[in-house]
């Protein structure tokens, strides 16, 4: 039995997304996630900026001695994992190589999309990560940074979210996507919106499926807690009333609560 934390860290609140199915998934691990609210969105910042914010984190985790790390973003998988990943000896896993490989186990037809930010597209990693796996398969990208700021708002079933939908994935789907991949951790709070509008299209949701990597890893590793009621830390650079309300909406008042801490190099 291993009862040290796990680690999960996210440019905001996105993370939480991912931070809730591996406490659905794994109720018996201790947790302690981090949420970079003061300094989001990542997918706006250079990679170097990205990497430092990255590595100031880790930091922190490993100061609090977690056993694993989790990236529950996805620019900073894209800019930071094996970077991390060589500099640190703990198991490190990222939600982009996850959300890849569901794709592929999923795929319907010989094309995938991805909708991310325009940072996660621009660095072409879903891209080489599907193509690693599946490399006949055609990846269709997508930016679509105004589903960040519509989470942010909370307008998680509204017409204009639909509407948005619809202006964002309208061409991929008449070229054919029927599998994609929610690039960010905002966008699984939008699936029935999404769902609305594109009913055939199958969502890969990274939440899900990291939370089933880090399970498969825990066994492997033998680092399993077999507690059955684990402790959850949540910590946020800034307390918006968005954070608060997503915490409310994922845990309910469980007890938990969200503190501020401030993280710099």
């Known amino acids: 039995m291993d009862d040290r934390p796990l680690g999960i860290f996210d440019s905001g609140i996105g993370g939480l997304t991912v931070c809730k199915e591996i406490r659905d998934l794994l109720p018996g691990e201790n947790i302690i996630y981090f949420g970079d609210t003061a300094r989001f969105p990542y997918g706006t910042r250079s990679i170097d900026t990205v990497v430092r914010y ?24 894209a800019a930071a994992l094996d970077i991390l990943r060589a500099e ?4 490190i896993i990222g939600v982009i190589d996850a959300g890849a490989r569901a794709s592929c186990d999923r795929l319907k037809g010989n094309k995938v999309g991805v909708i991310a930010t325009r940072a996660t597209v621009n660095s072409g990693s879903y891209v080489k990560a599907v193509k690693s796996l599946c490399p006949g398969i055609e990846v269709l990208q997508r930016h679509a940074t105004i589903f960040v700021s519509l989470t942010e708002e909370g307008w998680l079933d509204d017409e204009i979210t639909r509407m948005t939908a619809r202006r964002y994935l309208k061409e991929i789907h008449e070229q054919g996507v029927r599998t994609l991949i929610l690039g960010c951790t905002h966008f699984p709070l939008l699936k029935k919106a999404i769902l609305d509008e594109f009913p055939d299209i199958d969502l890969i949701d990274t939440g899900v499926e990291i939370a089933r990597e880090v399970r498969a890893l825990l066994k492997e590793k033998n680092l399993e807690n077999e507690g059955t009621a684990g402790h959850i830390e949540l910590y946020a650079s800034d307390i918006t009333d968005t954070i608060q309300r997503l915490k409310l ?3 309910g ?10 993280i710099s190099g």
Request: charged letters at 25%; a neutral charge.
């Open 249 to 251: 909406m994922f845990f």
């Open 54 to 77: 990255s590595r100031e984190i880790t930091e922190y985790l490993l100061s609090r001695n977690v056993k694993m790390l989790v990236i529950a973003c996805n620019t900073a998988s």
């Open 253 to 262: 008042r469980d007890g938990s609560e969200i503190q501020k801490l401030e």
């Open 88 to 91: 640190y000896s703990l198991p």
